[in-house]
């Protein structure tokens, strides 16, 4: 008893590869714990605490199916002290364990609790690596030292040279000599084509969604208990990644940036969930889809493997380079000063916008939406509005299966709603209809008609987004990259202006009847 080592695993640290796991060792004791902390600090989807639940009791049952030995901690069981460093410091007193030691956390909080527990304990403690990302938290920061804004593109050539992955042999020169196909990935879905079917993992998580209310953790979102559909194994996760090499990855450059409302994955992964609780590697990941287009180059374009492969290698790595790099100020940013109230209808999707209708409804639903809905969507919209930055974050906190903060965080509060003030992006992501019709068939079964700018059926984003241009003149004219728009509102006619800005008022008044 007296020699026992503690290991502390985190929901988000399923990783059944890791060095940790790779003898047995009596003297160790891997703890995992379900605790109120984890489920209460912002209100989640069901899905997502089921799911982060249920993929760690599979965890800690292949453990012990190795050899391992196993303390989980049920939300129910009555020693449960419902934080994860009162639970720690009990198991240490229990096991009278001679260490601790856990793996690097990805959030600030969470860190931040573990380090202060660490530094307060009597016994030896040690933080390693989760060995999961291909950077480390502190290698954006060093590569943009002295800069102010963070540039995706210098960052994933980096990334891209430093694991040699789809390079030259002088490890220098971008295989076919560009590094960016995004302009052949931008295409509008034909009509009537739909994504491939997805394999199914589905289970019964009767009795999670039973503790879940027996506890009285309030969650938001809908589930079916008899047929969960989320991959919560390392085997499901490589099964899917499997498919999505086979049937999606083809077609995932030309549609990464469509959106249907007959289809909510269309050609994506949807391995955000098992990426980002680690039960599988992003160099695997990586590699699987390489692979795939070695052995098929007649079947997957090279456009749509740089596309994936930039998602994994560049977007995945520098939202994190960016969250440890700018903690804990980040969370705090508002460059716009935006105070509105995010509209009651993103918890229930009930507005007339077929899109906001869809992408929310859908999101309530799934758990799941993919990127240009998160982004050209909801959080267009809610840039326009002019909501609180806080809500927002809290919003795609909760509602997604993968969020964490280390990576909704910079997506949300950085990419999506421009409060960092261009730290990750050159220009806000905003658009009006235009954008929306173009890559979308929600506007043909909509309310409003896309073409209006004002008057009853206009289309909310049309005005909005002048309005969001005019009202925050002083902050955005001088950036090169938005000239053109200031161009076209200072060639308007006045009184088009006028009644445009007029329509924006009173849908803001409006906007819970929207
Ligand atoms: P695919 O389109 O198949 O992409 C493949 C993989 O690339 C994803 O699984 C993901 O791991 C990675 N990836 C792609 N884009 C990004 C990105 N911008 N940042 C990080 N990884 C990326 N992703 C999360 O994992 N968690 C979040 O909480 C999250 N919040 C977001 C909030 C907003 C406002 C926006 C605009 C994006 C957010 N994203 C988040 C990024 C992206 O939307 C999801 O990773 C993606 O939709 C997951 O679906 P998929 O697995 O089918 O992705
Ligand atoms: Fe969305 Fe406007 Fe198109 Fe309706 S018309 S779906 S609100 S963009």
């Not at 640290?13 to 489920?39: A, G, I």
């Not at 109230?341 to 409804?361: D, K, Q």
Request: glycine fraction near 4%; include cysteine.
């Amino acid at each position: 008893m007296e020699n026992t080592v503690l290991r502390l695993i985190l929901g988000d640290q399923l990783n059944e590869c890791h060095s940790w796991f790779s003898h047995v060792d009596k003297s160790v004791v891997y703890v995992l714990m379900e605790v109120r902390s984890e489920t209460d600090y912002v209100r989640h989807h069901v899905q997502k605490v089921v799911g982060f639940f249920g993929a760690m009791r599979l965890f800690a049952a292949r453990l012990r199916s190795l050899g391992h030995r196993v303390h989980y901690i049920t939300l129910d069981d009555p020693n449960n002290r419902q934080t994860l460093t009162e639970n720690c410091r009990l198991l240490i007193e229990h096991y009278k364990a001679k260490r601790f030691e856990y793996q690097e956390p990805d959030e600030y909080r969470v860190d931040e609790a573990l380090r202060s527990l660490a530094n307060s304990l009597p016994i030896e403690t040690q933080c390693v690596s989760s060995e999961h990302f291909l950077s480390a938290r502190d290698e954006l920061k060093r590569l943009f030292s002295g800069k102010r804004t963070y540039l995706m593109e210098r960052f994933y050539r980096a990334m891209r040279e430093k694991w040699n992955v789809l390079m030259e042999a002088d490890g220098h020169t971008p295989l076919t000599g560009r590094w960016n196909y995004d302009a052949e990935n931008r295409k509008r879905l034909p009509a009537g084509v739909r994504g491939p079917k997805a394999p199914s993992f589905e289970r019964d998580v009767s009795d999670l969604v039973a503790l879940l209310e027996q506890s009285g953790v309030l969650t938001i979102g809908r589930i079916q208990p008899t047929c969960f559909d989320w991959p919560l194994t390392r085997s499901e996760s490589l099964q899917l990644l499997e498919h999505f090499v086979q049937y999606r990855l083809p077609l995932f450059g030309d549609y990464q940036d469509a959106m249907s409302q007959f289809d909510a994955l269309l050609f994506h992964s949807r391995l955000s969930f098992s990426l980002n609780t680690k039960l599988i590697h992003p160099m695997e990941v990586i590699q699987r889809a390489v692979a795939e287009w070695q052995a098929h180059p007649e079947r997957i374009p090279f456009s749509s493997l740089e596309g994936f492969v930039r998602q994994v290698i560049g977007w995945r790595e520098y939202v994190r380079g960016v969250y440890w790099a700018e903690m804990p100020r980040y969370r705090a940013l508002n460059f716009f000063e935006h105070t509105a109230p995010l509209p009651e209808w993103y918890w229930t999707g009930h507005t007339r916008m077929n899109c906001l209708c869809h992408a929310i409804s859908q999101s309530l639903e799934r758990a799941y939406a993919h990127h240009i809905q998160r982004l050209m969507i909801t959080g267009n919209f809610a840039l326009l509005l002019g909501v609180n930055p806080d809500e927002v974050d809290a919003w795609y906190l909760g509602i997604y299966q993968d969020a964490i903060e280390w990576v909704e965080l910079p997506n949300t509060r950085g990419m999506s709603q421009f409060a960092d003030g261009g730290i990750m992006g050159t220009k806000p992501y905003v658009s009006s209809a235009n954008y929306i019709h173009r890559m979308s068939d929600y506007c043909s079964n909509c309310f409003y008609d896309f073409n209006q700018r004002y008057g009853p059926k206009a289309c909310p984003f049309n005005a909005l987004y002048w309005d969001f241009y005019n009202r925050h003149a002083a902050r955005l004219r001088a950036n090169p990259r938005i000239g053109m728009v200031y161009r076209l509102w200072d060639r308007m006619d006045k009184v088009e202006q006028q009644r445009i800005l007029a329509h924006a008022q009173h849908l803001k008044e409006q906007v819970s009847h929207l």
